[in-house]
């Protein structure tokens, strides 16, 4: 089991290139099934739910994988002779789930069982399987096992909705593309991330206007063809980048990323006491001390502040002069790297969805999992802050989401190793 071993106390200092979007990537790499032609994806980041996507698109026939030595993803799926994924596959991601629209657009049916990932607490699929249900799929259940049939094809339909579910709409985007007639998603997701996935289907072909806002409209076409395409950089990954340099003190360039996408997360860190600049895509950060406690912090979807920069944002926090109160409200079970956070002297009590953090003048180095992805790196970024050593195990909830996380920080100076 590798773990990655951590000496805090050290100071960030330089330059980090921020990794292609890991939710970007993985939706994109399922559309590339709607498409029977070459497809290049470039700033693709070297990451476990990448693997794990490849993996997919292999079983169902296509071709897929990185390009030696680099971030470039070739993907054909002309050859896809199956519209089947097994539950091994399906239980690897949650985003495993994106198949689902990608198949059924292409072949008209999919048989999958329910997807894996992080376990967040509750994470159901009536809304995908409701969307698809109005565009002309029937879905019978077995053994745990859903067959989704589309007799008579997709068709366009209007979908209202009851919460802007990421996932979903883009699901309902894949199902749309090549379906007959039109498909308006209303409330829909309004996540940078589903503007990247339209631009790369727009691309190859597809008529999608108005993602990234909260009305999509999705006109069907025939047909897609091949494309190359540039992932967008990793909003989640350079936050957390940020929130390790906030902790741990120092001064980062990060470069490679969007600063318009940060805007949801740059003023908390700026509300700590660091000073942020960004430059076309840079971001220039500077982490002062002491650190100052924060306003109340209460998830959203975007462009509030994101569920998945909690954990990290709150590491960052523990050690901040004064009390912080962070709100989750986008999943019921976020709060679960607060055990390893509290064991290395950090001061949070949970009620429910909400986490009051008092600030504390030292941190411990201990051992500790990764409960999950972020979570985990919310354990990274307390323990460049901690006095002594850290062991943090469970590292391949990590290696879900961040490239390399350990080569990155020790190229800024921290003291992390993974044995
Ligand atoms: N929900 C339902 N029914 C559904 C779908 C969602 O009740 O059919 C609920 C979920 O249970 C949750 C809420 O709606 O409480 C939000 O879920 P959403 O569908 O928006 O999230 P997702 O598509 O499962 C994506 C990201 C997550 C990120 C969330 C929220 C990808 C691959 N995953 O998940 O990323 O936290 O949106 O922004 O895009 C991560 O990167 O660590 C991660 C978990």
């Not at 997807?115 to 009536?126: A, H």
């Not at 091949?226 to 360039?253: N, Q, W």
Request: hydrophobic share 40%; proline share 4%; net charge neutral.
């Amino acid at each position: 089991m590798q773990k990655l071993i951590i000496n805090g106390g050290k100071k960030l200092n330089g330059e980090i290139r921020i990794q292609g979007a890991k939710n970007a990537a993985l939706p994109i790499m399922a559309a590339s099934v709607l498409c029977g032609e070459n497809i290049i994806l470039r700033n693709c980041p070297k990451i476990s739910d990448v693997y794990s996507a490849m993996r997919i698109l292999t079983y169902l026939g296509c071709k897929a994988g990185f390009e030696e030595g680099s971030g470039v993803v070739s993907l054909n799926a002309e050859s896809i002779s199956c519209s089947e994924i097994s539950d091994e596959l399906m239980r690897e991601m949650r985003s495993s789930i994106f198949f689902l629209g990608a198949v059924l657009g292409r072949t008209g049916r999919c048989r999958i069982t329910l997807p894996g990932g992080c376990d967040l607490g509750p994470r159901p699929i009536d809304m995908h399987l409701a969307a698809l249900r109005k565009m002309g799929v029937s879905i019978h259940e077995e053994y745990g096992a859903l067959d989704c049939v589309a007799e008579n094809g997709l068709h366009g339909a209007k979908i209202s909705l009851s919460f802007p579910s990421v996932g979903t709409t883009e699901n309902i985007m894949l199902a749309a593309v090549l379906a007959e007639g039109t498909t308006i998603i209303h409330n829909a997701a309004r996540e940078p991330e589903i503007a990247d996935l339209a631009e790369f289907l727009n691309r190859c072909g597809a008529k999608i206007s108005g993602a990234g806002g909260g009305k999509i409209t999705v006109s069907g076409v025939k047909k897609l063809h091949g494309c190359e395409y540039d992932i967008m950089p990793d909003r989640i990954a350079c936050a957390t980048y940020l929130a390790c340099a906030a902790s741990a003190g120092g001064e980062l360039v990060i470069t490679g990323c969007r600063p318009s996408d940060e805007e949801n997360i740059l003023p908390v860190f700026e509300q700590m006491g660091c000073i942020v600049h960004t430059v076309d895509d840079k971001i220039f950060f500077s982490a002062k001390r002491p650190l100052k406690a924060v306003a109340p912090i209460r998830t959203m979807v975007y462009p509030g502040f994101p569920t998945d920069a909690q954990a990290f944002v709150m590491a960052a926090l523990c050690k901040a002069k004064g009390t912080s109160v962070f709100v989750e409200n986008i999943f019921e079970n976020r709060y679960k790297h607060v055990g390893g956070l509290t064991r290395m002297g950090a001061d949070i009590l949970v009620e429910g969805k909400v986490a009051v953090i008092e600030g504390v003048n030292r941190l411990y180095g201990v051992k500790t999992e990764a409960p999950d992805l972020r979570g985990g790196a919310g354990l990274v970024t307390a323990a460049l802050a901690a006095e002594g050593t850290s062991e943090i195990s469970n590292v391949h909830y990590i290696d879900r989401g961040y490239e390399d996380i350990e080569k990155v920080l020790s190229s800024a100076g921290a003291d992390i190793k993974r044995i």
